[in-house]
């Protein structure tokens, strides 16, 4: 099942949408690599797709302002 789930990170509230399983410690991983691309900097609203790497799995992250939808693979 697919959830929403309202997380905060460093002070910052986000929308985490994820259908399997995901460490706390990855999600603050997968935002800090996002913060440091610039992922939320960006006044126009698109979304954008980022390929993360967290230990042995590739996650595939859309993000739109502050949803955050991660698959893994």
């Given at each position: 099942?697919i959830e929403k789930?309202?997380?905060?990170?460093?002070?910052?509230?986000?929308?985490?949408?994820?259908?399997?399983?995901?460490?706390?410690?990855?999600?603050?991983?997968?935002?800090?690599?996002?913060?440091?691309?610039?992922?939320?900097?960006?006044?126009?609203?698109?979304?954008?797709?980022?390929?993360?790497?967290?230990?042995?799995i590739r996650y595939?992250?859309?993000?739109?302002?502050?949803?955050?939808?991660?698959?893994?693979?």
């Open positions: 099942m789930i309202p997380f905060l990170h460093r002070k910052k509230m986000y929308n985490i949408i994820v259908k399997d399983d995901i460490s706390f410690d990855a999600l603050h991983y997968i935002i800090d690599v996002l913060i440091d691309q610039g992922a939320f900097v960006s006044e126009l609203e698109t979304s954008d797709l980022y390929t993360v790497v967290y230990g042995e595939t992250v859309g993000v739109d302002g502050i949803d955050i939808m991660i698959v893994g693979a």
